[in-house]
């Protein structure tokens, strides 16, 4: 199977980043109706008993390691469908609905298809979307409801006193009332197309009206006789005898063309793929080529990329200046090879300016899910053999990406987003799981570093840094012969303990695809070694919904498409080292012993004094500060602090995922170093009782144009704060972060509170956007917690929260409630991780992925399940073990 070319930065980030304009898709179900239908329908137009076959086709199979992958379950349609309906339930509906739509900007919803009462308003799709959702007007529907409402009456008899007194012509009267209604409709600003099902009742050969009169007049003569049955989408009404007439229903779309056209909104024809109501042979929008060329101001849509029948619509976008083409449903409802084919046919001859792009989703929001996550896919697939091809040079294909997904139906429906597009400069500031680097010089760059082995780490979901040792060679083999270089890693690998016991809501059952992100790469942490950080793909290369570095990665990129910001991060890394106990066996919980300084405190020189003796500390930090030197990562201080034998590192600021990269590999670089000089670093964070605890302090300021004016920063320190008791979870995620989160030590406290330059609080101004986390520990995963800070301070940006805590001067722990409430000091931090999970659980606002906070719970349930049962020093002895 043909995979992403993933050396294109600039394509691949306008890929993930550009928001989706969702040009075609229909209502969610209501959560009363939605088990009424049948679900295995996301993935196929097959109907009855042939639905049930479909679980036997490719698409099918797709979707179901899609969505497994995305839901944590087992990859079976059983599993799947038992927890997507565990996802739609009534407490974490919205949350999953919100996950499903992640990076869609809008959608246009035909609303005309489903029964009254069975799926939500087109409007109320808006809260999950960028900007406000619009409508699609079905005209078959309408000409039904005009037919009900006034030419039947709602009694099911005739009613005559709807109707004027010179209407006695049922043809004339039926024009006028279908010609008010669509004119009224057009005239709506929601309403921003119209669609034509005439592809399901007749044909797309639409035919002229000469001579109609008496065949018109006797059909809906027939229809008014037949009456009317409960249950349309409107009135609550539908005709008996639906209109599937060939002069009819060329009558409908003739008038609503007129009224199309009056208004400048386009019109939408259902072509190609539908359910086994269609008239296959009928169903090639070459019909409509006569139509075309006699409506040449009207603008017209060919949806669903007229499949089976692509090249003729391609054809006819590419050469009519009124006719565009929709790529849509195609996602998911064919095979990637066949999707794949699908766009290559479509741009074999139309031009990019003239496609579209939609999901068709409908009824389940998985739909709208694996459609935009298979489109992205496909895209990066087709368009990087485009660019190795020299056919586009990247930026072009950038241009194709922007147009297809977003400006092309942005334009064509005079849409107003929220969103902006990212410029090029602004693209390469986007950190993606992919470098410009083609394997030629990545075995270059290895060379130049004099590489032996070469490390592939990853950061799992107990904070554990995990690694593969690769013989260069083996690398060099693998990279020359072209492919690239990629490791197959259980799935299990972000559902187990620090003790490889798998938690129970994991399974042992599925592969992730590790692909190193040579942008990441470096020397270290020993001699010979080189390092780089590695992102987890599903096996056909869709994002993997729970890697940490595309948790983060996708939150940065979410900041910058929708609010234009970007950031910096720098790190702060407190340990503590520990000598050998000589008189210890190796076994031994005491075997390592306080490091033997006198008078060790925060900042005294004396720390330094035997700087050079063989065997003291100073000379590994000398190798310490040098191997960061080579590394690339660059060290702004390096100092005592409080308890004995503490030392922290500051390191200089980056963007979000390269400062955690650096920060995970400046603690290799520490922990390998004093390891070779006999010495053990640990990050635990309250080593000592009654001594200063080790913490991760992270500083963050908003790099983007305007970051420093106080309406810009203001409201995303706002949403952190308003966040913070569910952010902590992931901060302080471990039972041992609580013995350091105390009062009065500057650790942060206990109190949500922000000051400038007080280090007794959780947030620290500095000066303009500049502000310190000090609520951060080094036994968190960085890359969840920063996408947490992250995202909290953005849901403030997004509802442009005010400030109401105040700046506080002093320590809220010694003031009283009075005080406290003048400086909107009123919540304070979980008091163990239990309560910080809980708070995590119930802040459905926050904006990460449910999947991946669903699976971080689960994971800190199972590590509490260990170290809970222990005593306090069995607990001590087994944190620095491990971190």
């Known amino acids: 199977m043909a995979l992403p070319y993933t050396h294109l930065k600039l394509l691949n980030a306008a890929i993930d980043a550009t928001p989706l304009i969702d040009n075609h898709a229909h209502p969610l179900l209501t959560p009363e109706t939605a088990s009424k239908h049948p679900f295995l329908s996301i993935a196929s ?145 929601n309403v921003v197309a119209f669609k034509s099902i005439i592809c399901y009742r007749y044909g797309l050969d639409i035919l002229p009206l000469n001579g109609i009169e008496s065949d018109v007049r006797k059909e809906l003569e027939d229809i008014i006789s037949e009456g009317v049955t409960p249950g349309s989408p409107v009135s609550g009404f539908s005709l008996r005898k639906r209109i599937a007439h060939p002069l009819l229903n060329s009558l409908i779309v003739r008038l609503a063309a007129r009224a199309a056209q009056d208004s400048d909104k386009p019109i939408q024809f259902h072509t190609g793929l539908g359910d086994n109501d269609i008239t296959l042979t009928r169903s090639s929008p070459s019909h409509l080529q006569s139509f075309i060329r006699e409506n040449p101001k009207l603008k017209i849509v060919l949806l669903h990329a007229g499949y089976p029948w692509t090249r003729e619509t391609a054809y006819l976008a590419a050469t009519y200046p009124n006719v565009y083409a929709d790529i849509g449903e195609v996602f998911p409802c064919i095979s990637r090879q066949g999707q794949e084919s699908v766009l290559r046919e479509m741009l074999e001859v139309c031009p990019w300016s003239k496609i579209l792009c939609s999901t068709d989703g409908h009824g389940f929001p998985e739909m709208y899910l694996i459609a935009g996550s298979q489109l992205r896919s496909v895209l990066k697939t087709v368009l990087g053999e485009l660019v190795q091809s020299q056919q586009l040079d990247e930026k072009q294909a950038v241009q194709l990406v922007q147009d297809i997904l977003f400006s092309n139906s942005k334009k064509l429906y005079k849409l107003e987003t929220k969103s902006t597009l990212p410029n090029l400069s602004q693209l390469t500031t986007v950190s993606v799981p992919s470098t410009n680097w083609t394997n030629h010089a990545v075995i270059q760059k290895l060379q130049s570093l004099n590489a032996k082995y070469l490390r592939i780490y990853w950061h799992d979901y107990t904070s554990s840094n995990k690694c593969r040792l690769i013989p260069i060679k083996h690398v060099f083999k693998t990279l020359s012969s072209g492919k690239p270089l990629t490791l197959s890693l259980a799935k299990a690998s972000f559902g187990m303990t620090q003790i490889d016991t798998l938690i129970p809501q994991a399974s042992a059952t599925g592969m992730y695809t590790a692909r ?178 080790s913490a991760s302090h992270v500083h963050v300021s908003i790099a983007s144009p305007g970051g420093d004016r106080p309406a810009v920063y203001e409201p995303f320190y706002a949403g952190v704060l308003a966040h913070f008791r569910a952010v902590f979870a992931f901060t302080n995620s471990n039972p041992t972060s609580y013995e350091r989160m105390v ?121 509490l399940a260990i170290l809970e049962p222990m005593t306090a020093e069995e607990r001590r002895q087994w944190i620095m073990e491990r971190y």
């Not at 899609?66 to 309906?85: D, F, I, K, S, Y």
């Not at 929708?562 to 008189?583: D, H, I, K, S, T």
């Not at 201080?637 to 650096?662: I, K, R, T, W, Y």
């Not at 303009?768 to 986390?773: I, K, L, R």
């Open 516 to 693: 190193p992100d040579w942008s990441s790469l470096k020397p270290g942490p020993a001699e010979g070694h080189v390092s780089c950080y590695a992102y987890f793909t599903e096996l056909d290369g869709s994002e993997a919904a729970l890697c940490p570095r595309t948790i983060l990665r996708k939150t940065v990129e979410k900041a910058a498409a929708e609010q234009g910001l970007e950031f910096l991060l720098g790190f702060e890394v407190e340990f503590l080292v520990l000598e050998r106990n000589p008189a210890a066996s190796a076994t031994s919980l005491d075997r390592y012993q306080t490091l033997r300084s006198d008078g060790h405190s925060w900042s005294v020189s004396r720390a330094f004094a035997d700087w050079g003796r063989a065997g003291s500390f100073s000379t590994a930090v000398d190798e310490i500060l040098d191997a960061l030197d080579a590394a690339g990562i660059d060290v702004d201080q390096f100092h005592a602090e409080n308890a004995p034998g503490q030392f922290e590192l500051v390191l200089s600021p980056l963007a979000p995922l390269a400062a955690c990269d650096a920060v995970l590999h400046a603690r290799q670089i520490l922990e390998s170093v004093a390891a070779r000089h006999g010495f053990r670093a640990t990050l635990h964070p309250k080593p000592f009782a009654a001594k200063c605890g």
């Open 45 to 189: 137009e097959a109907t009855g008993n042939a639905l049930y076959d479909s679980k036997k086709s490719l698409s099918h199979l797709r979707a179901v390691k899609h969505l497994a992958g995305v839901l944590g379950c087992a990859q079976t349609w059983e599993a799947v469908e038992a927890t997507a309906v565990k996802r739609r339930r009534p407490e974490s509906r919205e949350a999953w609905i919100r996950r499903c739509f992640d990076g869609i900007e809008t959608i246009l919803i035909d609303d005309g298809l489903d029964a009254q009462g069975q799926v939500e308003d087109y409007w109320w799709h808006s809260q999950f979307t960028r900007s406000e959702c619009k409508r699609i007007v079905r005209i078959e529907t309408v000409a039904s409801e005009v037919i009900a409402r006034f030419l039947i009456g709602h009694d099911g008899g005739a009613n005559q006193n709807t109707l004027d007194e010179d209407d006695g012509d049922v043809v004339k009267a039926f024009m006028r009332l279908f010609l008010t209604e669509i004119s009224q409709l057009a005239a709506d600003c």
């Open 743 to 863: 009062d009065s030590a500057w650790a942060g406290g206990r109190w949500i509170a922000w000051g400038t330059q007080n280090k007794e609080l959780p947030l620290r101004k500095i000066a303009g956007s500049h502000w310190e986390v000090k609520v951060l520990d080094g036994l968190a995963n960085p890359y969840f917690a920063v996408a947490a800070l992250l995202a909290a301070g953005m849901d403030g940006v997004r509802r442009k929260a005010p400030l109401t805590w105040k700046d506080c001067a002093g320590d809220p722990a010694r003031f009283g409630a009075e005080e406290r409430a003048r400086l909107g000091i009123e919540e304070m931090f979980p008091a163990d991780l239990r309560e910080a999970l809980q708070a995590l659980r119930e802040d459905e606002s926050l904006g990460l992925d449910p999947t991946f906070v669903q699976r971080y719970v689960h994971v800190k349930e199972g590590e």
